[in-house]
């Protein structure tokens, strides 16, 4: 009965709280559930109801596609080299400042979205699919580069130690002992990550860095929304393909 | 050991390692040229200029009071876009999830097979559900922006519906999967669906449920930020503002800003979920 009775106030409490929020919104719902919106929406609607299909704007499409692919896997790629490079250091094995020094790297890498790496890797190289590259490249190394640590740091230290032991060198060491005990869990990682990112690309494109959200971008602040709902089509497509590729992938991978 | 003959020791990796790395290589270039790969234009010298001058304006941060007022407001409706919509999430998903999951479903008892009506009327709201969810929340708030003009409404609206699809299916998925006996007993004893969900289903689940919902209001967050950028209100918004005319002062501000929200609405998270379980 107490935990009911614990229940009911934390409900009440997030009421509240809800009801605060509510508050301090600037309450636009009007304008929200009005007859221009409802007359803008049903514009929006009857223009994706029809999708554009002429050739010339497919074959931007289908090239908008192939940049978004291209701007998600060259950026988890090198992601991955980044990731590892500064992974060795985290994983605590050149001693604890440069553990510390390369964990607070990454956290500042993982903490600021994609999509403001987006921002500011415009500002930096122009508008296009470069600027989305490098903002997923910078992010993803954020991810995958705690993630390697982690892994690094779990893996059983006596291949390694053995090697050494016999005197082989650290590198050959970590390359033939470390390396490959982690590497599956390396690439699932990655994989997953990489699926992540496909997403993160097509959407990227609304600042600006290329890929199939730059051009929906362009074609909703025309109002073009039979262009728009194709490009729309093309993402969720391109999404569902690349989620049963990977999955495809990691039965393969882990079987 | 002896070799005989050329014979040396070989790495018995080597060859798979080299067509992988082959593939890898091939597939390097198109990737190169699609993307306009190009690490000169990051060094070149208008956009080290421009850079160098974006990054230099970042210290110190702005602290003027003024701005730091603006901020905070700006986080708070931050908090408050990702809480709202959550709470229509939980409006869509819980009705759907009620109707769509199958342990509530009265003709599988008997017969062992759901009948053909409830059985599309699932199968339909299920599909509502994957279509709500996969157009990404950022896309839902740049059509509501142009629908409906620049604000907090466009955010709310935007996490409702792609977050009702996410926690509809999440919520199916953890009903489903609960211990279920006690409902199916109600049912089997005449108790209509509502009740079996009421003091059976709901009581075993809720617990995941809620611990669930908390977690996706901690993405919402986080979302309601990047959303900003497209014109749907809070701290991103002001943040494309600031970036937008280089005042690197105040990104770094809310930069600063947004890490400490994300890092609150974390511990607030976890803080809950041990709380329940």
């Known amino acids: 009965m107490r935990l009911a009775w614990g229940g009911l106030a934390g409900f009440a409490a997030a009421l509240l709280f809800l009801a605060l929020c509510v508050f301090s919104l600037s309450g636009d719902w009007a304008s929200f559930f009005s007859r221009t919106a409802a007359v803008k929406m049903g514009e929006f609607v009857q223009g994706f109801a029809r999708p554009a299909v002429d050739a010339v704007f497919l074959q931007k499409l289908a090239y908008a596609t192939l940049e978004t692919l291209a701007i998600s896997w060259l950026g988890t790629l090198i992601a991955c080299v980044g990731g590892l490079l500064v992974a060795l250091p985290a994983s605590g094995r050149w001693g604890r400042v440069a553990r510390g020094l390369a964990r607070m790297l990454l956290n500042m890498l993982r903490a600021i979205p994609e999509l403001v790496w987006a921002v500011m890797a415009v500002i930096a190289v122009g508008l296009g699919p470069f600027a989305g590259t490098l903002a997923l490249a910078v992010h993803t190394t954020g991810v995958l580069g705690r993630l390697f640590a982690e892994s690094l740091e779990n893996a059983p230290p006596e291949p390694h130690a053995s090697l050494r032991r016999h005197g082989i060198g650290a590198v050959a060491s970590f390359w033939y002992a470390t390396f490959p005990q982690v590497l599956p869990q390396l690439m699932s990682y990655s994989m997953y990550r990489w699926e992540i990112n496909v997403r993160a690309a097509a959407i990227l494109g609304v600042v600006g860095a290329g890929g199939l959200g730059q051009m929906l971008h362009f074609h909703l602040s025309l109002f073009q929304t039979s262009e728009a709902a194709s490009v729309l089509i093309a993402m969720i497509v391109l999404v569902s393909l690349v989620d049963a590729l990977s999955n495809l992938l990691r039965a393969r991978l882990t079987s | ?277």
């Open chain 2, 1 to 277: 050991m002896h070799l005989a003959g050329d014979h040396k020791l070989r790495d018995p990796a080597w060859h798979g390692r080299v067509t992988a790395a082959v593939v890898f290589i091939a597939l390097l270039f198109p990737a190169g040229y699609l993307t306009e790969f190009n690490p000169a234009t990051l060094w070149g010298d208008a956009s080290l200029n421009a850079l160098g001058q974006f990054l230099g304006s970042f210290f110190p941060p702005e602290t003027a009071p003024d701005f730091l007022r603006l901020v905070i407001e700006a986080a708070w409706k931050t908090v408050a876009i990702a809480t709202v919509g959550n709470a229509i999430a939980i409006a869509i998903a819980l009705p759907a999830a009620l109707a769509a999951t199958r342990i509530l479903s009265i003709s599988r008892i008997a017969t062992g097979r759901m009948a053909a009506l409830p059985a599309v009327i699932r199968t339909a709201i299920r599909w509502l559900l994957i279509f709500l969810r996969s157009i990404p929340e950022i896309v839902w708030a740049m059509i509501f922006v142009r629908a409906v003009g620049l604000g907090d409404t466009a955010g709310v609206m935007a996490i409702g519906i792609t977050y009702g699809g996410m926690l509809g299916k999440v919520y199916i998925e953890i009903l489903e999967s609960a211990d279920n006996q006690a409902a199916t007993v109600l049912l089997q004893n005449g108790a209509g669906r509502l009740q079996a969900f009421w003091y059976a289903a709901l009581p075993v689940s809720l617990p995941e449920l809620t611990s669930y919902t908390i977690y996706r209001w901690e993405c919402a967050i986080r979302a309601s930020v990047v959303m900003g950028f497209v014109g749907a209100g809070g701290l991103g918004q002001q943040m494309e503002l600031s970036m937008k005319m280089l005042a690197g002062a105040e990104v770094l501000t809310m930069l600063l800003m947004f890490v400490a929200l994300v890092w609150i609405a974390d511990l607030v998270s976890a803080l809950l979920r041990k709380v329940l379980s």
